[in-house]
């Protein structure tokens, strides 16, 4: 993958920072030799981060937004700050989350990071099934420069959902 | 003036580790997180100072020396198992009518929320211990993720190291090697002896036979200078046809010689390659490190040189140690100087 993106470089690594072209350059390899749109691939990139047992750890991290879905939601909007406690120079986009009805909500998520939105979807769909509510999540176009997704909450407690437990560390 | 009951459940909702205490230093009512510590052993009725322990301030044992300290920081911690470590705060009731104790968990809490599968409705919602409980594990994750950095680094560094310090056709160790272990050896006062060695007709081979053939003549003298040599001395190519031999602790000139002699029948031995013989010797040169009194790496070096000139002076495939008559005969030595040198 870092040979197609002509990087230069042969790893990728995950705690380095890297110009943001670059990274750019690494998606859409990615997009390409899977042979699908990016805002898909970052999808599912979302996801895996929530879902995969090799990021565990984010996924307990997540889970201390809230006891519930919907706490999970409000707690969107200190995520830039909680990612910044664990690695400093860590910056992730802000994130606000309107709430119109008592199932209906929408995050808007601020410019810095092009194509955070898509992540932020697969992310989002992801911890909904882990916390076991059945939601849907779509893009909702553009405010300015920011992006909006929209998100419906069908059932709370759609199904039993994954247990999280204080005391467990990840693995 | 509140009720006692009242003021209980206005206390289990502020600060559920709470412990209302009588005048004499009972318990009267706790708060649903201290009492799901001991979920077998109601606290109610028993005495304060017979559940907890009081570490710090020590000595006191009765409720008029607890109600002394008001106001100060209480350490306890458990009379029974598991003694898990509290922190408190004791605040008189008006009127004499006995006393409120608030505990939290401290720097225990890590420990706390495993031992008694806590969860964040046991927390107040002003409590600090979820934030500390998610930085805990977000820093973890992030320290994990950059040890496994720092061990594919520290990979790479050693690889690159192993590398910048390989002659890549021979395998042998390079010129830097040989001066890093040379300054090693002249830093430490260690014993050591050094050869100095330069093939003789080697020259003739690369241009009858080519450098394919001089490059094979150049693995072949190599596997035989570490077959005649121990695991902890030094073999290093330093040049085209000039390799430099170090040997840990020996001074002693009879085996000395004997490893030059031999070094030198094996490398006169002919090396078949493919339908040709290729014929070449060696000359060196050898210094003791017991010839200075502090030896320098360049002045070592440079005496081998010069021993290995003598031994050139008198014909082919000879050995020669370095004596101070031989001193500048030659001038300034090249090797000495990080450069390579052609003696054929």
């Known amino acids: 993958m870092t040979e197609a993106a002509n990087l230069g470089l042969v790893e990728f690594e995950a705690m380095l920072m890297y110009d943001d072209s670059m990274t750019l350059q690494v998606l859409e390899a990615m997009a390409e030799e899977l042979g699908r749109p990016l805002p898909e691939v970052l999808e599912d990139l979302g996801t895996y981060l929530v879902s995969n047992p090799n990021t565990e750890a984010l996924r307990r991290l997540l889970r201390f937004g809230g006891v519930n879905y919907v706490e999970f939601l409000h707690s969107l909007d200190d995520l830039p700050d909680r990612a910044r406690l664990a690695v400093s120079d860590l910056s992730l986009p802000s994130l606000e989350l309107d709430e119109h009805a008592q199932n209906e909500f929408s995050l808007t998520c601020h410019p810095g990071l092009p194509g955070f939105e898509s992540v932020m979807i697969g992310v989002l769909r992801a911890m909904a099934d882990d916390y076991g509510a059945l939601a849907m999540l779509e893009h909702s176009g553009s405010r300015g420069a920011s992006k909006v997704i929209s998100i419906t909450l069908i059932e709370t407690s759609f199904a039993e959902g994954r247990s999280f437990d204080l005391g467990a560390t990840a693995r | ?344």
């Open chain 2, 1 to 344: 003036m509140i009720s006692q009951d009242d003021l209980a459940a206005l206390l289990e909702r502020l600060c559920p580790m709470f412990v209302l205490l009588d005048q004499s230093g009972h318990v009267q009512q706790v708060g649903p997180t201290l009492q799901k510590l001991r979920p077998d052993q109601p606290m109610a009725g028993q005495r304060f100072l017979e559940l907890f322990e009081l570490m710090r301030p020590r000595s006191i044992s009765t409720m008029p020396g607890l109600l002394a300290v008001s106001g100060a920081k209480l350490h306890l911690q458990f009379r029974d198992e598991p003694h898990t470590a509290l922190k408190g705060i004791i605040v008189p009731l008006p009127d004499d009518a006995g006393a409120v104790v608030n505990l939290s968990f401290g720097i225990s809490i890590l420990d706390a929320v495993r031992d008694y599968a806590l969860t964040s409705a046991d927390f107040s919602g002003t409590d600090l211990a979820i934030e500390l409980l998610y930085l805990v594990e977000a820093k973890s994750a992030a320290m994990e993720a950059s040890r496994t950095l720092n061990l594919r680094l520290q990979g790479a560094m050693i690889a690159a190291e192993e590398q910048a310090y390989t002659d890549t056709l021979t395998g042998l160790k390079n010129r830097r090697a040989m001066d890093h272990i040379l300054e090693r050896l002249t830093t430490s006062s260690a014993s050591f002896a050094l050869m100095h060695l330069d093939l003789d007709f080697f020259k003739a081979v690369n241009d009858t036979l080519g450098h394919a053939a001089g490059d094979h003549v150049l693995q072949q003298v190599a596997r035989v200078m570490v077959e005649e040599t121990r695991g902890d001395d030094t073999v290093a190519r330093v040049g085209g046809d000039e390799f430099v031999l170090i040997f840990n602790g020996l001074q002693d000139k009879v085996r000395l010689d004997s490893i030059a002699s031999r070094l030198i029948t094996r490398l006169e031995e002919p090396i078949p390659f493919q339908s040709d013989v290729c014929r070449i010797s060696a000359s060196i040169g050898t210094v003791q490190s017991s010839q200075f009194n502090t030896p320098e790496p360049a002045e070592v070096l440079h005496a081998a040189d010069l021993a290995l000139y003598s031994a050139k002076r008198s014909g082919r495939a000879c050995h020669h140690f370095y004596d101070r008559s031989m001193s500048d005969l030659m001038g300034t030595s090249a090797l000495s100087k990080g450069e390579t040198q052609d003696h054929t």
